[in-house]
């Protein structure tokens, strides 16, 4: 019995899209290549290009009419080749006659249109687009503004001053020089606070300072029980070391980082050990940068924040969480949770006011460049940290009070062990060793105050909306959202450890690891379209191992792709003075985009580094 083929359907043919001619003596088809098109119009191929060419033409037209002035004519616009039509052969002539089927004509040149399998927030935008930062809400109060430029480690003199938006022409002049260029650093006459927070004070005197817009939390919160200050050769196995081992089989400490500074051709040569900083206003007088070794690479780091009232208290020092591997061959597996304990650390380094500083000589000499300096290490149990976070709000104690020891703040991170944890920093100066201050205070905590842990996945990244919600991103491509007020509002000093907290969103929005993730800061709106500042923000930006960069609104449920790129998305950050997020593209290209419903999901180059970025943070203040 002879078996019965599957009769054969017309389709798209890709020699035509190349313009070959393929005929009977040629190796390909012997009918002339035409595209086809089924009754109802459509291929059914998720990659066939749309036909409305006059719905393109009206968002054309739309956006070309909100160009300003300075675009110039049209007709020193970019010109949009014309399509190009392939007339058939003769040869190919009956056959289309003999066809039942509509012909579709090749479509124009134009850019990607949104796929059906996936959703995309990219409209075709006009040959004449260019970007504006535009700000995703209009603050109604005042900002604190600098007289003089300031100075480290001294009191700023501020005023109170007019906010960028309320005036249109100004918020206007100043979006589109932004959307043009970023400087080298921040103009300290426009340095503005452009931060929100639901937990800032309203209708009080005085609601538009610093100290009222981010106000101190959990103040309820003291130091976790059970810690314990550990001697230099206890905490030996929590630090990170070399891969060599000694001839009594224990392995050496990390090696010093030999280190090329100064002017090219006037270089010195500088090897810096671990717990050891360098100051490059040595070899550039001007430079206020610093250099130190923490040991080994490092994943994780962040500033932690202060009141402003505490501020003079503290000399205006300001301390940096560093999280380090345990070695430099450390390569950890993505989902793969290690079993606890598993000993590393995490640094609390200082930038404070020189002991000895220099009067006299130059301009540059009398300016206080600081020290760095490490202060704590915290040895931990949970495996070495792949992201820190401070809680962004002020969680530090009252410098005034008496108790000891007093509490620095809140540091969350996700650890190799497959979760996010916070800890209790203890404050370096109730900590610190009497008999040598030159070395760090060696802490031991062995369990965080709070612990979140996923059955199916490992927390991967992580990034705080306010001081009660935290969006955790997984392996797996899921985005957990949870709500901690509840929970550490009602801690105290003989509170247990807490883990049974369920997240109040649990969205899959990628189709691999998620690798960074950022709040889009600004508040939802009422129904009458006004901003409701006393809510949680609901939209997260999110980049991952599969390469697409995605803005999810955690009250719809699911993810929009504004871009896709071959890479790992290693870096995602908020910019309130871009309006939307920042981070990589292709060819290593630093992008800002904007998260504005009126530009939604269109950017361009910051910067191209001519390297890989492995991290990128934004200031709320320029």
């Known amino acids: 019995m002879t078996r019965t083929l599957r009769p054969r359907k017309s389709q798209p043919s890709y020699a035509i899209l190349a313009g070959i001619e393929l005929d009977e003596d040629g190796a390909g088809p012997s009918k002339r290549a035409t595209v086809y098109a089924d009754d109802d119009g459509e291929s059914g191929s998720d990659f066939s290009p749309g036909t409305d060419r006059d719905a393109e033409g009206e968002e054309e037209d739309d956006e070309e009419e909100d160009e300003d002035e300075d675009m110039g004519s049209e007709e020193d616009a970019p010109k949009v080749a014309p399509s190009v039509s392939v007339a058939p052969s003769q040869r190919s002539t009956s056959v289309l006659e003999t066809k039942a089927q509509k012909i579709r004509s090749l479509p124009k040149p134009s850019l990607s249109r949104t ?295 809140l540091l969350s991170g996700v650890f190799e062990d497959g979760s996010w944890s916070i800890y209790v920093v203890p404050y370096p100066k109730d900590v610190a060793p009497t008999d040598d201050a030159s070395q760090p205070a060696y802490i031991h905590l062995p369990e965080p105050l709070l612990r979140i842990e996923l059955e199916e996945t490992s927390c991967w990244t992580c990034d705080w909306a306010n001081s009660e919600q935290i969006a955790i991103g997984t392996t797996n491509g899921i985005i957990a959202v949870y709500d901690l007020g509840p929970q550490l509002k009602e801690i105290d000093n003989d509170s247990a450890l807490i883990m049974d907290i369920l997240p109040t969103h649990y969205i899959t929005v990628h189709q691999s690891a998620v690798r960074a993730l950022a709040w889009i800061r600004a508040p939802p709106t009422t129904a009458t379209g006004g901003p409701r500042t006393n809510g949680d923000p609901t939209v997260i930006a999110s980049g991952g191992y599969d390469g697409m960069e995605c803005m999810t609104d955690i009250r719809e449920g699911h993810g929009s792709v504004m871009n896709r790129t071959r890479d790992v998305i290693n870096a995602m950050a908020f910019s309130p003075f871009g309006g939307g997020p920042v981070t990589i593209d292709h060819e290593n290209i630093v992008k800002a985009y904007s998260a504005s419903p009126s530009m939604l999901g269109r950017g361009h180059t910051l910067l191209e580094p001519q390297g890989p970025v492995w991290v990128c943070w934004l200031s709320v203040r320029h």
Not at 199 to 222: G, T, W
Not at 347 to 362: A, C, D, R, V, Y
């Open 115 to 409: 796929s059906k399998r996936q959703q995309y927030v990219l409209p075709t935008p006009s040959v004449h687009h260019r970007h504006r930062a535009v700000p995703l809400y209009t603050r109604t109060g005042r900002v604190e503004r600098l007289e003089t430029r300031p100075v480290l480690f001294n009191t700023p003199k501020i005023t109170m001053s007019n906010n960028f938006t309320q005036n249109v022409k100004v918020a206007d002049r100043v979006n589109k020089s932004w959307g043009y260029n970023v400087g080298p650093g921040p103009i300290w006459e426009l340095v503005e606070d452009r931060g929100w927070y639901k937990e800032a004070a309203e209708k009080v005197p005085d609601m538009d300072s610093d100290a009222n817009r981010r106000p101190k939390v959990y103040q309820n919160i003291l130091g976790k029980a059970g810690w314990k200050v550990l001697s230099k050769s206890d905490a030996a196995a929590f630090l990170p070391t070399d891969v060599v081992t000694t001839e009594e089989g224990n392995l050496k400490p990390p090696p010093p980082v030999p280190c090329l500074l100064g002017p090219f051709d006037e270089q010195t040569e500088a090897k810096i050990e671990m717990f050891q900083s360098h100051k490059l206003s040595e070899f550039f007088p001007e430079s206020t940068a610093h250099l130190f070794n923490a040991g080994a690479p490092v994943w994780g780091l962040d500033w932690c924040p202060t009141h402003a009232d505490d501020r003079p208290a503290l000399q205006f020092k300001q301390y940096l969480a560093v999280a380090p591997f345990p070695s430099a061959s450390h390569s950890p597996e993505i989902g793969i949770k290690v079993a606890r304990p598993s000993y590393a650390c995490i640094q609390i380094w200082s930038l404070g006011p020189s002991h000895h500083q220099t009067t006299g000589g130059n301009k540059y000499q009398e300016l206080d460049r600081g020290e760095m300096k490490c202060e704590i290490v915290l040895c931990l149990e949970s495996g070495p940290a792949h992201e820190l976070k401070w809680c962004p709000l002020p969680s530090h104690d009252d410098f005034s009070t008496r108790r000891r020891p007093r509490k620095l703040g």
